[in-house]
């Protein structure tokens, strides 16, 4: 619950104290005490609501310094904030703090305003998105973050990275911000994991996608070779066949493996391919309509990569059939 000390209760206009009651309005979050809340359940500003009035806390008095984060107001002398975590803005640690500003990533693409404006603030300007909540790892432990539209991660702002990643922008730019906060590589991935090119193809990260088709056709050329034997294909009828089968064995460790690499990096391949394409565009168009066009058309999805991949694949079977595989014979050979 957030601390409305030193707050003003808009009833009867005595300061909230900490030991107060204290019961907030769902529609805008105006406190009131529990005594003063009104019998009817209306709220004072219930004629505002419509307009989307949000209450905010009234100005931090001296002694009483407010959250840069979440805008509750702390105890004189507090170093970190008593509702989120987050160093305060004279704290050493704290972020807000120009002594301990982190190094820019690259100035050409760096907030200037990052430090000096509050994301809360940030967020709460209407019309702004995205709005993510993560939760940063400091000195004294864990405490919530919240990431507004313009802020940066990697140098580049949220909503750009919003623009251009298209679908489920929300989930990759949570994960972008921890890869940035924690420089750990690993997430887990499970369309990556289970659909291997498919994923990337999907998000047109193409040079992942044709390396990885690639080894999954390779990975499987032995168990075609196979099919073709047990069919008695023409083609492999003076093909030793002796080193077929351990060979499969090899290729399905291989495919594992390679499925496992996927699923572990697969969002951290993306960020690093969204970021370098996100770059090129920063340095190409300045701010407007023209970059967010380019971020929208370059960046997304393609569903098309996908058809044409799957196409592929059902062209290859197809061409099996031709060269004299028997389904009879291999369904008898796996066991189907």
Known sequence: MSNYTGNTCPVCHKTFRPDDDIVVCPEC????????WPRDGVCVHADRHAAGFE???DAAPDDQPACPNCGAHNPAGAHFCSHCGVPLPDHPQSPQN????PPTPHPIYDDPT??????RARAQQPGREPRIESYTAGPQ??????VGPDDPIEGIKARDWNTFVGPSSLYYLMQFFRMQETKHKVSIS?????????YFFYRKMWKQAFVFAALDLLATLPTFLVMLAV????????MPTGWLLPAMDVCAVISWIVMVLRGLFAVYWYRNTCLSRIRAIYDQAPDGTDRQDLLAMRGGVSVAAVISYLAVCVALTILL???GVDPVAVSTLFGV
Not at 98 to 101: E, L, S, V
Not at 190 to 198: E, R, T
Not at 231 to 238: D, E, F, L
Request: contains cysteine; positive net charge; glycine residues 8%.
């Open 321 to 323: 059939l031709i060269l």
């Open 190 to 198: 499970f369309s990556a994991l289970l659909l291997g090119p498919v």
């Open 55 to 57: 209450w905010k806390p």
């Open 29 to 36: 979050g105006t406190p009131y005490h529990r005594a003063c």
């Open 98 to 101: 120009p002594d301990n500003a």
């Open 141 to 146: 432990g864990i405490y919530r973050r919240e």
């Open 114 to 119: 990052y430090r000096s404006e509050a994301p």
């Open 231 to 238: 069919s008695g294909a023409p083609i492999v009828q003076n």
